[in-house]
């Protein structure tokens, strides 16, 4: 039996990247699953693949701007509608942005950031604790980052926005723990999803195959990580056995975030 036997998960961003890959490890612990993301085609592709490789999971998509506040209210409702439940909350959705110096980084895209990083994380919050408050149960995943712990070169936004979520999450945690919610982040390095690909295309446009093997030098383990990796860890926390981790943030970055100069 899996680890979320029948457990109702909300994934945002889950069309690719990290939130495909926890829904697929969800899937595979027996989750029924409310898939979440703004491209409607690649969220519909999602679903094919994993309900090809685990055809008897139970799966609703809906595509959302999780910067809107309304669409958040509606993914909430609908999951709720379809399964009577929300156990747990993956809240994932998120951009890094462009990278430029503070000083220089465009005002718009800085806002952007915001609006997706940090309040459609808060949005999510605030609908989904309500519906888990009345069940007594919850256990609900923020995605910080390493940039959410430390300082990242030309990413102010991102950082900004990353260790805000850890702030909301401790709050969560303080104020929901009674209710049954348990609430917690993690923070991942340098995974090889599209997101971390397309910003070693921004580093070395010309080769970023080699900025990827350059960064990995610095880690302790001479490599990146992979999105399963990070789903594990998602399903445990989403699980009953993650019954007493509440607040934390936790580094899944090979060690790297210890670090202070070449290791």
Do not use: W
Not at 32 to 53: H, M, P, R, T, W
Request: charged share 20%; net charge neutral.
């Amino acid at each position: 039996m899996g680890r979320l036997k029948d457990k109702a998960i909300v994934i945002t961003g889950a069309a690719m990247g990290l939130g495909y890959a926890a829904a697929l490890e969800a899937a595979k612990n027996g989750a029924k699953l409310s898939l979440v993301d703004y491209n409607g085609e690649s969220l519909e592709k999602a679903k094919a693949v994993i309900q090809e490789q685990y055809p008897d999971t139970k799966i609703i998509t809906l595509v959302a701007d999780v910067s809107d506040e309304a669409a958040v209210k509606k993914y909430v409702d609908e999951t709720v509608k379809a399964f009577g439940t929300i156990d747990g909350f993956y809240n994932n959705a998120g951009i890094e942005g462009r990278q430029a110096p503070l000083i220089e980084y465009d005002l718009e895209v800085f806002k952007k950031v915001v609006d997706i990083n940090l309040m459609g994380v808060y949005y999510g919050l605030r609908y989904v604790i309500p519906v888990m408050q009345q069940q007594g149960y919850g256990r609900i995943v923020n995605v910080a980052s390493v940039g959410g712990i430390r300082g990242v070169m030309n990413q102010t936004p991102y950082v900004a926005t990353k260790h805000a979520v850890a702030g909301i999450t401790k709050n969560a945690s303080l104020e929901y723990g009674r209710y049954g919610i348990l609430t917690n982040a993690i923070a991942p390095g340098a995974i090889l999803t599209p997101m971390v690909a397309e910003a070693f295309k921004q580093v070395n446009p010309a080769d970023p195959k080699k900025a990827e093997a350059e960064y990995a030098q610095a880690n302790p383990t001479k490599r990146l990580g992979l999105p399963e990796e990070v789903g594990k860890l998602v399903v445990f926390l989403l699980s009953d056995d993650c019954s007493y981790v509440n607040g934390q943030t936790i580094a899944i970055d090979g060690g790297q975030s210890n670090s202070y100069g070449n290791v």
